[in-house]
């Protein structure tokens, strides 16, 4: 290897090393200041020490604040005019949760979810969701941006995942039966994203959250740092 490649390869393991360290305490940091939760444990998976993986995550806003809470179309404004910077993506749907909203972006062409987005109740402020968003999306997740940096621009498109969506609904449907015995469950259809899938549930007939099944492993990952369920907009035919 010449010596410029073998200097640029040193500089991009060197930013990689740099990105992941800044991640490790970004999550530690959310970790010391989310002690207080007390998310529904389920399913242990390899992931388990990340943070994330429980929810150990505080949206800006939702600590004590005086501020006045922006309504669910004030929120959709802000995400159109957010979203408007991408050709070929749009919002799909608005989630109002208790801590958050909740949002996903999808591809109008494929009609397949691109990433999900938390937005701050109070500030309005847009931010990528943690949990599977980053870290199990193959084309606009963690991975891609690591791999972006490298100079590597091939993705992985699995258009056919080895869990199908009918077998998503079975898997977080025994999970959620785990977490909640007892109670009537109903999951409904997932949205299907670039490597695992988000399905929405009620508990006796209500909405109550989502959590995400990874299309490659069946793993589930619980999205626990939303709070209570307000209401939400399904945006697809507007």
Request: overall charge negative.
């Amino acid at each position: 290897m010449s010596n410029p490649n073998r200097r640029f390869l040193i500089i991009g393991i060197v930013l990689i090393s740099l990105l992941i360290i800044s991640v490790s305490i970004v999550l530690w940091i959310n970790t010391v200041a989310a002690q207080t939760s007390n998310p529904p444990y389920g399913m242990m998976n390899w992931w388990q020490g990340c943070p994330m993986h429980y929810g150990l995550y505080q949206p800006r806003g939702y600590s004590q604040n005086t501020q006045e809470r922006l309504s669910i179309y004030d929120v959709r404004e802000k995400l159109e005019a957010y979203i408007s910077r991408w050709r070929g993506l749009s919002i799909i749907e608005i989630m109002e949760f208790s801590n958050n909203f909740y949002a996903i972006a999808a591809e109008d062409e494929t009609g397949w979810g691109a990433f999900e987005l938390i937005i701050d109740p109070y500030t309005g402020v847009i931010s990528p969701e943690p949990g599977p968003n980053m870290m199990w999306n193959l084309k606009y997740g963690m991975h891609n941006r690591m791999q972006g940096m490298m100079g590597q621009w091939t993705f992985a498109y699995p258009y056919e995942m080895p869990v199908s969506s009918e077998e998503a609904v079975k898997i977080a449907y025994k999970y959620l039966s785990q977490v909640f015995p007892g109670r009537e469950i109903d999951v409904e259809k997932p949205t299907i994203f670039y490597g695992y899938y988000t399905l929405d549930y009620k508990l006796d007939g209500v909405v109550h959250g989502m959590l995400s099944v990874n299309g490659f492993s069946g793993d589930v990952w619980y999205h626990s740092w939303h709070g209570d369920f307000i209401q939400e907009i399904e945006l697809m035919e507007d």
